[in-house]
Each structure stands twice: as structure tokens, then as C-alpha cells.
């Protein structure tokens, strides 16, 4: 039985993982009889598996999914969605993440694109990325309200580190002269180095119209669309066939 002083040291240290190992007794039942270079290798890995799932439930918590529960292995492929395999296992890789592409979602309401942004979301969690979701409206009002208390500099600051955000309802009501400010410098600031993640219902040739400002919607755009993957959802309601089924 290992003693209680051994045990405190290693979370002193902070290596709850192997902590938690040792005072296992089914873990010390199937090392019992192994090698001390294979017990130790056994305690270091639970040690990484520990830390690794406590960062993913630390970036989960931070990235305040809309859908929780949503992961790419439960996604609908029905052949009329307008889902590509090949495209969903590319973004599923993280390489759009770790060259700060985004990736716009369109299609009408139901057809699964925030569940979808949130599948995307989670697996960015699950390769240790950093994630924000957020819907675009409220987000721009936040950053409203941010002007007047004297935050938005450091609230844009935060967001500039963001590795993934997902701006929801895109473009779904009029947009004001100051959210279309507010947008360039959120989006100016990510552009090239962190990836953003945008659903509408809108398809992405109406965004320049919705915009409603040529100069700053062609600056908008520029840092939007050019290089993004796009996908144009289609098919039923996901609810009315949840219902139905």
C-alpha cells in the first residue's frame, strides 16, 4: 500500500494523474506482476491521459458550445444534406485551424448549421485548440456595450487570441453603421492567424448586399470569404424530421 506522504507529494507536485493510478485498485492489481519500467510508463500515461482530459473539459467549459453534446461521429450524412465526407474528415484534421482559415456554413433554419458549428467546435477542443461560441448578434452588441464602458480594446484583445470562433445567426437582422466597425475590427484582427467559423442563413453572395456599405463590405468580405470552406447545407428541417421520427 503506498503511503499517504508519497500520495500528497504527487499533488503537491501536481500529478493527480498518477496519483489517482496508484490508489486504484484495479490499476495495481493489473501492474502487480509487470516490470517496474512498464509500471512506470503505465503511471505516465495516465498521467498525460489525466491532464489531457482536464484541458479538454477547461477549453469545453471556455467554449460555451450552444450544443454540448454535438461531435462530427453523430453527424446525419443523408445524401440530401449537401455533406461532403471528404471535406468534413479534411476539417476534422485541424489543419483550417492551424492556418486560420474559416469556415462559412449557409442554409435555411433547421438544417443543422449551428449543431454542425458545434461539432466542429468541439473537435477544435479536442485537438487543444481554443474555442468561442458565440451568436453574431449578441456578440456585437456585447462589443457595443463594450465601447461605452471602455473594454472593447481588451475584449477585441481577447478575441484576437481565440484559435476557433464561431459567430452564429450571422446576418440575420439589419446591421448598424457601428456593428459594420465593429465587425471589420473583429474580423481585421483574426485574419491570416486564427480561424473563425460563420452560419447563415443567407448564402454568402447576399452578404455584400446585407452588409449595406460597399467600401467596408468589400473590406469585410475580403477577410471572410477569401480562402474559407464553404458548405450550403440543404434538405429538411432536422427538427421537424427529430419530431417526426
Known amino acids: 500500500m503506498l503511503n499517504e506522504h508519497t500520495l500528497q507529494q ?29 509500471r512506470l510508463a503505465l503511471l505516465v ?3 498525460v491521459d489525466w491532464r489531457d482530459s482536464k484541458r479538454l473539459e477547461r477549453l469545453l467549459k471556455a467554449a460555451r458550445l450552444k450544443v454540448s453534446s454535438a461531435c462530427l461521429e453523430d453527424i446525419d450524412w443523408r445524401s440530401n444534406r449537401g ?6 474528415g479534411a476539417l476534422a484534421n485541424g489543419d483550417w485551424l492551424r492556418h486560420g482559415h474559416n469556415v462559412l456554413l ?15 467546435g468541439q473537435q477544435a477542443a479536442r485537438l487543444g485548440f481554443s474555442v468561442l ?13 463594450a ?9 477585441l484583445t481577447q478575441l484576437a487570441k481565440l484559435d476557433l470562433l464561431i459567430l452564429d445567426d450571422f446576418a440575420i437582422a439589419p446591421i448598424a453603421a457601428h456593428e459594420r466597425n465593429d465587425l471589420l475590427e473583429l474580423l481585421d484582427d483574426r485574419v491570416g492567424s486564427r480561424a473563425t467559423l460563420i452560419t447563415s442563413q443567407l448564402p454568402v453572395t447576399a452578404w455584400h ?8 463590405a468589400d473590406a469585410i468580405l475580403d477577410r471572410i470569404v477569401h480562402g474559407s470552406h464553404k458548405m450550403a447545407l ?7 424530421l427529430a419530431k417526426a421520427a
Open 10 to 38: 504527487l499533488r503537491a507536485l501536481r500529478l493527480d494523474g498518477m496519483a489517482a493510478a496508484l490508489t486504484d485498485p484495479a490499476s495495481q492489481i493489473a501492474v502487480a506482476e509487470l516490470p517496474f519500467e512498464q
Open 45 to 47: 500515461q495516465r498521467e
Open 83 to 88: 455533406l461532403s465526407r471528404e471535406v468534413i
Open 106 to 120: 449557409t442554409g435555411a433554419t433547421g438544417c443543422g448549421k449551428t449543431w454542425l458549428a458545434c461539432a466542429l
Open 133 to 145: 461560441y458565440a451568436r453574431a448578434p449578441r456578440l456585437l452588441e456585447e462589443l457595443h456595450v
Open 147 to 155: 465601447h461605452g464602458d471602455g473594454s472593447f480594446a481588451r475584449r
Open 209 to 216: 448586399a446585407w452588409l449595406d456599405e460597399p467600401t467596408l
Open 234 to 240: 440543404k434538405g429538411e428541417s432536422m427538427r421537424k
